[in-house]
């Protein structure tokens, strides 16, 4: 059973940082993209950063250059989403997702398993 369990959101103030984890089971998360998208309220949903498999490239979008950083732990079969000077605007639900193949990242339809969202709030 593939799944995706999303963690790490909370509360935060502006400028401060908060580290997503995107733990995977039921398949080995080194060989997947996985991805991180999120939604706030009212608005489109977004994608936000993706790691590749074997390569481990990444993507991010423009909204987030230099602010996130996505990584992986192939020990924990986890993906991390870093995301540091956080802004009222990033305040959103935050999903990961997973699939083999994904030829464009900020797609959510490229994705076939999506774990539950994490709930990050950026307010003083």
């Known amino acids: 059973d593939v799944q995706l369990q999303a963690s790490g959101g909370g509360l935060v103030q502006p400028g401060g940082s908060l580290r997503l984890s995107c733990a995977a089971s039921?398949?080995?998360?080194?060989?997947?993209?996985i991805s991180w998208f999120r939604q706030a309220p009212g608005k489109e949903g977004e994608g936000v950063s993706c790691?590749?498999?074997?390569?481990?490239?990444?993507w991010y979008a423009d909204s987030v250059k230099g602010q996130f950083v996505i990584s992986r732990d192939n020990a924990k079969n986890t993906v991390y989403l870093q995301m540091n000077g956080l802004k009222p605007e990033d305040t959103a639900a935050y999903y990961c997702?997973?699939?083999?193949?994904?030829?464009?990242?900020?797609?959510?339809?490229?994705?076939?398993?999506w774990g539950q969202g994490t709930q990050v709030t950026v307010s003083s």
């Open positions: 039921g398949f080995t998360a080194s060989y997947w993209v």
């Open positions: 790691i590749s498999g074997s390569e481990s490239s990444t």
């Open positions: 997702a997973a699939d083999i193949v994904v030829l464009r990242p900020q797609e959510p339809h490229e994705y076939g398993y």
